[in-house]
């Protein structure tokens, strides 16, 4: 120690006001800790939920708190996943096929629309881009009492339907989409339609493979957004088996109020997709999302 | 149906670029031969169907729809429905009238909210998004670890902050203990605690959203802007005035709508971190509109309210408008 600090001390006096790569270096250093200290402040919460999961009762409530739990335990996770009022595997599944299901039916309608509105032309166009590009600016709260009486009327309250296709009509996904369709060489679908190709054909095996990047990153932040979405599914599914994992944890709050050993295994649970899902799709997730403020 | 605080990404989207694009798609030459190539009588149509039906039953619909509701006396639970004109809302304008009252408590609730949430998730994320502005080793995990409570969604990041900030076995208020701080602040049953709780949450789990966006315009500005404000003797404070902010300008305005959209619509932290408490003091409007229309069932009252709360944020959004308007030199 004694030795390494010596030489640096002495040459201290000679050394001359920082030059500018060392000062880039210092600044460089700056920054990781920075950006460190953040990062510890998002992912200890989240540990800290994963660790608080494993322990017993007495060991989530106790003071002061331990990182690691001195004996770990899924008695958390036996119990919320056999409490007949919190059925959490079923809103787990439930979760599954509603995402899934509207995800598929977002990708779906969203691309069929965004198709003829960036190459066709026809009358009424503008009128209909228009509409769908003024909804974006329309506040959601607006919907929620209509929707319900509509949903109520197709007798889909209490099913996963009422949570899968009312929010399907994404004005983001068909304009997303347009702008990637528009950005697509229009030499190969001319060259198809030479070939005797006619639209659906052209739509199918030409644009539709072009777009999988696009495709992709829609339907991953469509999965999402419903997987996570939460005013909605508390008030329009109510019996316990209908619920969705986010709605569900809600139910299961209520259930067990300070219970936090049973309320971080049922985060838990909520979380471990979503997050299997970010860690594969990553890039997609990202790239969607900056690209909705440069283009929409 | 965007619901939870942090309008989803199904639900954003649009800067003055794309109005410009939409404007000139009828009368820019190349824009309309291009299109011609492809035209045809009922394809356009077929196309788009599907999406149109979604979209005339569950968003242009309601949206008129809920007007009508919000001018009779609509109890969902009871068979008659007598149209009242505009009593409805002029109950929301009459103190003597019994939801005069919580309305109010809960728009200042969300005032309160948008107040401090707004201005942080505006600064803050831009913050990041510099420092994280240029080529360093482990930037996109950086980017991908700030980013990542955005996708967990609201109920896990309430329901785990609810635990962490517990009055008693807390983690917050043991690190505060342990820094010789107050150590039994109650962050979800007292203001102003719970206003610093529900905006801080808020803050940590979006902050990477928008700094991501953020991240992507700042990428966008091009290099030779840089280097010839600093040809010209630009220090770093007035480069960031001069090229910064005003090449990040229609990112600004897209954020700061999103921004606006979604804190207006908190809900889910307020519903599960302080159900309201303490009494109505934390419940927000969309909370309160939620409760009143799908709870007690009162869906003129509260037809009625969610149409005075989009024409005020309607009014707000022509604001920001206004406000990130290009300026001419």
């Known amino acids: 120690m004694a030795?390494?600090?010596?030489?640096?001390?002495?040459?201290?006096?000679?050394?001359?006001?920082?030059?500018?790569?060392?000062?880039?270096?210092?600044?460089?250093?700056?920054?990781?800790?920075?950006?460190?200290?953040?990062?510890?402040?998002?992912?200890?919460?989240?540990?800290?939920?994963?660790?608080?999961?494993?322990?017993?009762?007495?060991?989530?409530?106790?003071?002061?708190?331990?990182?690691?739990?001195?004996?770990?335990?899924?008695?958390?996770?036996?119990?919320i996943l056999n409490a007949s009022g919190t059925p959490v595997l079923r809103w787990f599944v439930n979760s599954m096929i509603a995402a899934t299901s509207h995800s598929i039916l977002v990708v779906c309608t969203a691309a069929l629309a965004a198709y003829p509105l960036a190459r066709m032309s026809f009358r009424g166009k503008n009128v209909v881009f228009g509409l769908i590009v003024a909804t974006l600016f329309v506040p959601p709260v607006i919907l929620i009492i209509p929707n319900y009486l509509i949903v109520g009327e197709l007798k889909w309250l209490d099913t996963l339907a009422a949570v899968v296709v009312p929010t399907a009509a994404s004005a983001f996904g068909v304009f997303f989409l347009r702008q990637f369709f528009l950005t697509l060489p229009l030499e190969l679908e001319e060259a198809a339609r030479l070939d005797g190709a006619n639209t659906w054909q052209i739509f199918r095996r030409v644009v539709l493979p072009l777009s999988k990047p696009a495709l992709v990153t829609l339907a991953v932040l469509a999965f999402l957004t419903n997987w996570n979405d939460f005013l909605w599914p508390v008030y329009v599914l109510f019996s316990p088996e209908a619920q969705t994992l986010p709605a569900g944890l809600s139910t299961l709050q209520s259930a067990n109020n300070v219970r936090y050993d049973l309320l971080m295994a049922g985060a838990v649970i909520a979380s471990v997709p979503v997050l299997i899902l970010y860690v594969v799709s990553q890039r997609f997730i990202i790239e969607g999302v900056s690209r909705s403020g440069l283009k929409g | 149906m965007t619901t939870s605080a942090a309008p989803l990404p199904a639900a954003r989207g649009t800067d003055q670029r794309d109005d410009e694009q939409l404007s000139s798609t009828g009368s820019d030459p190349t824009a309309s031969r291009r299109s011609a190539t492809l035209s045809g009588g009922a394809a356009p149509w077929l196309f788009l169907t599907p999406y149109l039906v979604l979209f005339l039953a569950f968003v242009v619909g309601p949206a008129i729809y809920g007007f009508w509701i919000s001018l009779h006396d609509y109890d969902y639970t009871l068979p008659g429905k007598p149209f009242v004109g505009l009593d409805n809302y002029q109950k929301l304008f009459s103190s003597d009238s019994v939801t005069f009252e919580p309305f109010w408590m809960s728009m200042k609730a969300t005032g309160i909210f948008m107040l401090f949430s707004v201005p942080l998730l505006l600064v803050i994320p831009l913050l990041v998004a510099l420092v994280m502005n240029s080529r360093f080793r482990g930037r996109n995990l950086f980017r991908a670890i700030y980013f990542a409570p955005y996708v967990l969604g609201v109920a896990v990041v309430a329901v785990l902050w609810r635990f962490l900030l517990d009055a008693n076995i807390g983690l917050v208020n043991q690190l505060l203990g342990g820094l010789g701080l107050p150590d039994d602040t109650a962050w979800l049953t007292a203001t102003p605690a719970a206003w610093v709780a529900l905006v801080g949450v808020t803050v940590w789990w979006t902050l990477g959203f928008n700094a991501v966006i953020y991240l992507a315009g700042l990428q966008d500005i091009p290099a030779e802007l840089y280097e010839a404000a600093r040809v010209d003797g630009a220090n770093r404070s007035q480069s960031f005035r001069h090229v910064t902010l005003p090449g990040l300008r229609p990112v600004l305005a897209f954020v700061t709508m999103v921004t606006i959209i979604a804190s207006a619509n908190m809900f889910g932290q307020s519903y599960l971190m302080t159900r309201g408490a303490p009494g109505i003091e934390t419940k927000t409007a969309i909370y309160y509109i939620a409760d009143t229309g799908l709870k007690s069932f009162q869906m003129g009252d509260a037809a009625a309210m969610s149409y005075l709360l989009t024409v005020v944020l309607m009014l707000l959004s022509v604001a920001v408008f206004w406000l990130f308007r290009e300026r001419k030199a």
């Not at chain 1, 953040?38 to 800290?48: H, I, M």
């Not at chain 1, 660790?51 to 739990?69: G, L, M």
């Open chain 1, 3 to 79: 030795t390494q600090t010596a030489p640096a001390a002495a040459a201290t006096p000679a050394q001359p006001p920082p030059s500018p790569p060392r000062r880039a270096a210092r600044s460089a250093a700056a920054r990781y800790v920075a950006l460190v200290a953040l990062g510890l402040l998002f992912v200890s919460p989240l540990l800290f939920m994963f660790v608080t999961s494993f322990k017993s009762r007495i060991e989530a409530a106790a003071v002061p708190p331990t990182w690691i739990p001195k004996d770990p335990t899924l008695q958390a996770y036996d119990s």
